[in-house]
Nanobody
Framework: VQLVESGGGSVQPGGSLRLSCVAS????????MGWYRQVPGKERELVAA???????DYADSVKGRFTISTENAKDTVYLQMNNLKPEDTGVYYC??????????????WGQGIRVSVSS
């Protein structure tokens, strides 16, 4: 399975971006998916996830501002980011960590895409 992110870039505080992650090699709908963020000197952190039954979870720092969603027909998972703050700056990674059909753990990552929020 290959995951490819797009949609990153530079925005001013208060702006919005939508990240996309397209899966190839397998249907994205069979996986639990997540978006992670990493900044230099810090561990990669989970920002948003969608799992069994469409359950969505968010880091406290992004609740009310970020929304994760999927479009199964396009094998794509999105991260809509609104009211961006400078602390949202980082490299964002798309991840698949569980095969929802077999229940087996998987560990697929995209190449990462940079988001920069500054005035």
């Amino acid at each position: 399975v290959q995951l490819v992110e797009s949609g990153g870039g530079s925005v001013q505080p208060g702006g919005s971006l939508r990240l996309s992650c397209v899966a190839s090699g397998s249907a994205l709908s069979i996986y639990a998916m997540g978006w992670y963020r990493q900044v230099p000197g810090k561990e990669r952190e989970l920002v948003a996830a969608i799992s069994d039954g469409g359950r969505k979870d968010y880091a406290d720092s992004v609740k009310g501002r970020f929304t994760i969603s999927t479009e199964n027909a396009k094998d794509t998972v999105y991260l809509q980011m609104n009211n961006l703050k400078p602390e949202d700056t980082g490299v964002y990674y798309c991840n698949a960590d569980k095969d929802l059909i077999s229940g087996q753990a998987v560990d697929y990552w995209g190449q990462g895409i940079r988001v920069s929020v500054s005035s």
